[in-house]
């Protein structure tokens, strides 16, 4: 054995050699009794969450189910819990969120695909990232006196008043930052050897974008459309401000002249019986409207999921 092999030999094995050992296992162990904590501390916040979610949606439906029945879904408001009702609630939520979304999916989608895919790294755009990204933290009621200013009262273009079209452009102010936030991570997600095989073929960048990145991106899209409009649907801050009707007794029409008509909501209808000084109203009617708004919620998330579904088994 030559010198350096025994000095390496010798070096190996030296006196300090336990110690090395002995330190890195107790380092080992702390990191791994670290992670064990901490998964216990995360599970139990997670299970904590699902309980008291449980617990509320077990007595929500305990006191509101049993009034929830024909009269109850076809009546519209009155001053006697016998004759109460969400019809007409129930037609202005569906109003609402329908036109929140013919109104946010393609502008934030549009939005989104221009900030990923189109627009340069610049000052202009990186301004407009950051604002997009705090305009999704601002609180509600911030929209809706935003609403009223641009929309009801007319301060740049001319009022609206407190009509539907108002309502609905409000609660798109207030999602179209979700919409875009979740529509461009789902197209940083395509690969980008979808865009150069495509633009090596000879397409353009709208054809690449239309045809292969955005059916790839648009599950995740959806997922972030899904709950923008579930948002949209449980407000009642913004609608308070921009002047939805609280004691709904008409219904909107199923037409295009409700745009341009007063309207109610769900989540105000159900804060109008909370504050009835009869106890019918707080114990057995709001609970019932609470009911019917998580079924319209639920329904809405379906049919957004078995698109979603349907669209993943396509492609």
Same mark, same amino acid.
């Given at each position: 054995?030559?010198?350096?092999?025994?000095?390496?030999?010798?070096?190996?094995?030296?006196?300090?050699?336990?110690?090395?050992?002995?330190?890195?296992?107790?380092?080992?162990?702390?990191?791994?009794?670290?992670?064990?904590?901490?998964?216990?501390?995360?599970?139990?916040?997670?299970?904590?969450?699902?309980?008291?979610?449980?617990?509320?949606?077990?007595?929500?439906?305990?006191?509101?189910?049993?009034?929830?029945?024909?009269?109850?879904?076809?009546?519209?408001?009155?001053?006697?819990?016998?004759?109460?009702?969400?019809?007409?609630?129930?037609?202005?939520?569906?109003?609402?969120?329908?036109?929140?979304?013919?109104?946010?999916?393609?502008?934030?989608?549009?939005?989104?695909?221009?900030?990923?895919?189109?627009?340069?790294?610049?000052?202009?755009?990186?301004?407009?990232?950051?604002?997009?990204?705090?305009?999704?933290?601002?609180?509600?009621?911030?929209?809706?006196?935003?609403?009223?200013?641009?929309?009801?009262?007319?301060?740049?273009?001319?009022?609206?008043? #407190?009509?539907? @079209?108002? $309502? =609905? *452009? &409000?609660?798109?102010? /207030?999602? !179209?930052?979700?919409?875009?936030?979740? %529509?461009?991570?789902?197209?940083?997600?395509?690969?980008?050897?979808?865009?150069?095989?495509?633009?090596?073929?000879?397409?353009?960048?709208?054809?690449?974008?239309?045809?292969?990145?955005? #059916?790839?991106? @648009?599950? $995740? =899209? *959806? &997922?972030?459309?899904? /709950?923008? !409009?579930?948002?949209?649907?449980?407000? %009642?801050?913004?609608?308070?401000?921009?002047?939805?009707?609280?004691?709904?007794?008409?219904?909107?029409?199923?037409?295009?002249?409700?745009?341009?008509?007063?309207?109610?909501?769900?989540?105000?209808?159900?804060?109008?019986?909370?504050?009835?000084?009869?106890?019918?109203?707080?114990?057995?009617?709001?609970?019932?409207?609470?009911?019917?708004?998580?079924?319209?919620?639920?329904?809405?998330?379906?049919?957004?999921?078995?698109?979603?579904?349907?669209?993943?088994?396509?492609?």
């Amino acid at each position: 054995m030559s010198e350096s092999q025994t000095e390496v030999a010798t070096r190996g094995s030296g006196p300090g050699e336990p110690e090395d050992k002995t330190a890195f296992k107790n380092t080992s162990n702390n990191r791994n009794l670290t992670d064990k904590l901490f998964t216990v501390l995360v599970t139990a916040a997670a299970f904590f969450g699902i309980v008291v979610l449980a617990v509320l949606l077990v007595d929500v439906f305990r006191d509101g189910l049993p009034f929830v029945d024909g009269q109850f879904l076809t009546s519209l408001s009155s001053i006697t819990p016998e004759n109460a009702g969400v019809y007409g609630a129930l037609v202005g939520s569906i109003l609402l969120i329908v036109l929140t979304a013919l109104i946010t999916v393609p502008i934030g989608v549009g939005a989104a695909i221009y900030l990923e895919e189109y627009a340069g790294d610049n000052f202009f755009t990186r301004a407009v990232e950051v604002t997009i990204s705090n305009l999704a933290a601002v609180p509600s009621i911030i929209y809706g006196i935003l609403g009223l200013g641009l929309f009801v009262n007319g301060l740049i273009v001319p009022g609206m008043g #407190p009509i539907l @079209l108002a $309502g =609905a *452009l &409000t609660l798109s102010l /207030l999602v !179209l930052p979700v919409i875009i936030i979740a %529509t461009r991570e789902a197209l940083r997600a395509v690969p980008g050897s979808v865009r150069e095989g495509g633009i090596a073929l000879g397409a353009t960048r709208w054809e690449v974008t239309r045809d292969h990145v955005l #059916p790839s991106a @648009l599950p $995740g =899209a *959806l &997922t972030g459309m899904i /709950l923008a !409009l579930s948002r949209a649907l449980g407000e %009642t801050a913004p609608l308070i401000v921009v002047g939805a009707v609280t004691f709904a007794t008409f219904a909107p029409p199923i037409s295009p002249e409700a745009l341009f008509g007063r309207y109610g909501a769900l989540p105000i209808q159900i804060y109008d019986y909370i504050q009835r000084f009869r106890p019918e109203f707080k114990d057995e009617l709001a609970p019932a409207g609470i009911v019917v708004m998580m079924v319209v919620l639920l329904l809405v998330n379906s049919v957004a999921i078995v698109l979603r579904n349907r669209w993943q088994a396509r492609r």
